[in-house]
T-cell receptor, first 111, second 110 residues
């Protein structure tokens, strides 16, 4: 079982819809989780971090964490074509020094 | 100012050659990383240094040798390049819990 699993997609949503990106992890000891966005040909950039069970909102983005189910999700409301990118879920291990990334979900927002 | 910079951006070379990629960060972070992103876009950690000391060394062929002359620099030297080394290599530096990635170096081995 991979440490961090994501569906590689592509996930296609119409402009203005809610995009839902999902991630599961295997290490029950993981305490924090991150969502990175990577545009094609560019480097990953952090867009959300979440440490506690429940929801965390930042603008159009909401991260959701359920530690009992070992599940993390990212919701993007009012999706825009500029949100089209690959979204990488990540979890640190070993005192935050090592970060394991999922394979990433490619999101396509259709105008 | 670029926070994490890498040179070169593109590197095309023949099998068997030796090449280096340089990375510099001006963020004052103690921890730096090298990642490899292959054709399937999977981002895998290779090495991590904390204040010039190697702290993570994943299962990477010993043809890959990182060097950190100071905490702002982490270079990657690759000996005897193979076709399978073709990938994008990202350098990153880390604050408390955020990693800042460089622009990447696209290595193509012919």
């Amino acid at each position: 079982q991979k440490e961090v699993e994501q569906n590689s997609g592509p996930l296609s949503v119409p402009e203005g819809a809610i995009a839902s990106l999902n991630c599961t992890y295997s290490d029950r000891g993981s305490q924090s989780f991150f969502w990175y966005r990577q545009y094609s040909g560019k480097s990953p950039e952090l867009i959300m971090s979440i440490y506690s069970n429940g929801d965390k909102e930042d603008g159009r983005f909401t991260a959701q964490l359920n530690k009992a189910s070992q599940y993390v999700s990212l919701l993007i409301r009012d999706s825009q074509p500029s949100d089209s990118a690959t979204y990488l879920c990540a979890a640190p291990r070993g005192g935050y020094q090592k970060v394991t990334f999922g394979i990433g979900t490619k999101l396509q927002v259709i105008p | 100012d670029t926070a994490v910079s890498q040179t070169p951006k593109y590197l095309v070379t023949q099998m068997g050659n030796d090449k280096s990629i340089k990375c510099e960060q001006n963020l004052g972070h103690d921890t730096m990383y090298w990642y490899k992103q292959d054709s399937k876009k999977f981002l895998k950690i290779m090495f991590s240094y904390n204040n010039k000391e190697l702290i993570i060394n994943e299962t990477v062929p010993n043809r890959f040798s990182p060097k950190s002359p100071d905490k702002a620099h982490l270079n990657l030297h690759i000996n005897s390049l193979e076709l399978g080394d073709s990938a994008v290599y990202f350098c990153a530096s880390k604050s408390t819990d955020t990693q800042y990635f460089g622009p990447g170096t696209r290595l193509t081995v012919l």
